[in-house]
């Protein structure tokens, strides 16, 4: 016998009962609708390498950034951005993995500091990849080479990527810091190239889609130029004075009361035929702690100065042009609505300001970097912050605001957890711009790399360890603080009763952009509880500093 609860007799289709029916059915099929979760947002992530924020968008009006500056008009723009190592490689690997350098063990470019010699990480691209997109990077993102395992291509990226893409720039050579090319296209040099391949691929994506294939996409575009040399087509030269109108920095000499060990002897720049030729004679000037901070001998004359420093602009130029390139493709190919888009400088760079060149430096001017980030529908109208941010929190921030599962924090004294970070998501900011955040930003270098092979009044460095001493320097509200300790790279392990050298830094005034860090505080008698506190601050680490 047939259950009387499906046994009805029929109804007409127009009758009442059947119409109400009907129409309840369009109003549970239009709520399900409603409440879908809307799939997940693509992510174009442009790296540019040693980029400081000396651009339009941070207030500097002699410098050409039209494609920047217009994303930061619908944008937020990061104003206090820091890096967790002023050198490529390792800040790359922080900011990809989401974990310090004394979790990574990666503190400066070597063959033996791979991200995954000593931690199980997940990095950025990966991760995406693992939760159902389509990743794929091409230029600088990682470090090149071994240093990055070769752009992680074991790990990082999607098979439609693949073989990874690195032009080859047989312009870039040793034998001068810079070279305006007269009548070339940009597609002539690497970045030009970075650029057309990033084209070409939101075409091949936005095809893939008409075909079927709804993955969204993380597409990574790394630029190389600002870096050494400074080559450019000369029509980005050309939107610059002649070289001898380009003012030099008002603060060309050393910070007053600066320890030895806070010094780098710029050989990355030295590394260059031309520059190198100036110093021939002068082994002093990378040697001798008194020569290479004060010598006259030691400085880079004004008129070459003044070259190098336009060379570096015309540099963001060109690379401001590829940004502007791909972001036009991006909308052309229908992706603007769906795509979040962020922009960050590894870490700044130094022009001559302190007699400084290049990086590898705890100075404000190398650790405070350019970042944006463009959300459809939440940055349209432009915002901004002061809030203290790292270029470590973007990994738990990208995957919130896209709407996969974001990592946990780390644990402490962990180095097996596959996906976890040691930042802090700012998609809060994006809300409340001007609320209490970090108490702190954390950065880090290491010596002797990159400084003086001999700090007077100190021990010779153990030449076979390139981190024998750690600089650790922290941002707070109104000053940068920085304590350089003996080290034990093999356990990443500070000695905090073995300091090399102590400074503070007063940024209470609105200091401006490169003009800081001049004098010393830290050996004021005035100033000893203010150094107290920050040591303590400094200690306790960047956990202690997270946002409550």
Known sequence: MLSESLYKPHLGSNHPKNMAFLAVCI?????????QPKPPKNVLFIAVDDLRPELGVYGYSHIHSPNIDELA????????????VG?????????????????????????????????????????????????????????????????????????????????????????????SYEGFNDNQLEDGKIADRALSVLEALKNNQTKGDNRPFFLAVGFHRPH?????????????????????????????????????????????????NIFAN??????????????????????????????????????????GKVVKQLEAQGFANDTVIVIWGDHGWQLGE??????????????????????????????RTKALVELIDIFPSLTELVGIETPPLCPEGKQNVLACVEGSSFVPLLHTPDQEWKKAAFSQYPRPTGG?????????FNRSEYESVMGYTMRVENYRFTEWYGFDHN??????????????????????????DNVNLALKTEMTIVVEDLRKTLQAGWRAAMPE
């Open 27 to 35: 109003l549970l099929v239009l709520h399900v609708a409603s409440v």
């Open 73 to 84: 008009s619908k944008s937020m723009v990061f104003e206090r951005a820091y890096c967790q």
């Open 87 to 179: 050198v490529c490689s390792p800040s790359r690997a922080s900011l990809l993995t989401g974990r310090r350098p004394d979790t990574n063990h990666v503190w400066k470019i070597a063959n033996d500091e791979y991200l995954r010699m000593y931690t199980n990480a997940t990095t950025i691209p990966q991760y995406f990849k693992d939760n159902g997109y389509i990743s794929i990077g091409m230029g600088k993102i990682f470090h090149p080479g071994p240093p990055s395992g070769n752009d992680d291509v074991a790990y990082s990226w999607s098979p439609e990527g693949l073989p990874y893409y690195h032009p080859y720039d047989i312009l870039d050579q040793k034998n001068a810091s810079w070279h």
């Open 228 to 276: 050494l040399p400074f080559n450019a087509p000369s029509r980005y030269f050309d939107l610059y004075p002649p070289a001898d109108q380009i003012t030099l920095p008002e603060n060309s000499d050393a910070p007053e009361g600066m320890p030895d060990i806070a010094w780098t002897t710029w050989g990355e720049m030295k590394g260059y035929a031309d520059i190198h």
């Open 282 to 323: 002068h082994t002093e000037c990378s040697t001798d702690a008194d020569e290479s901070i004060s010598g006259k001998q030691c400085r880079i004359p004004d008129s070459i100065a003044r070259e190098l420093r336009r060379a570096y602009y015309s540099c963001i130029s060109y690379t401001d042009a590829q940004i």
């Open 354 to 383: 302190h007699n400084e060149w290049c990086k590898h430096t705890n100075f404000e001017d190398v650790v405070h970097v350019p970042f944006l980030l463009h959300v459809p529908g939440i940055t349209d109208k432009g915002m």
């Open 452 to 460: 003086l092979p001999h700090i007077p009044g100190h021990p010779p």
């Open 491 to 516: 356990t990443a392990q500070p000695n905090w009763n073995d300091i090399w050298g102590t400074e503070l830094y007063n940024h209470t005034h609105n200091v401006i952009f490169f003009n800081d």
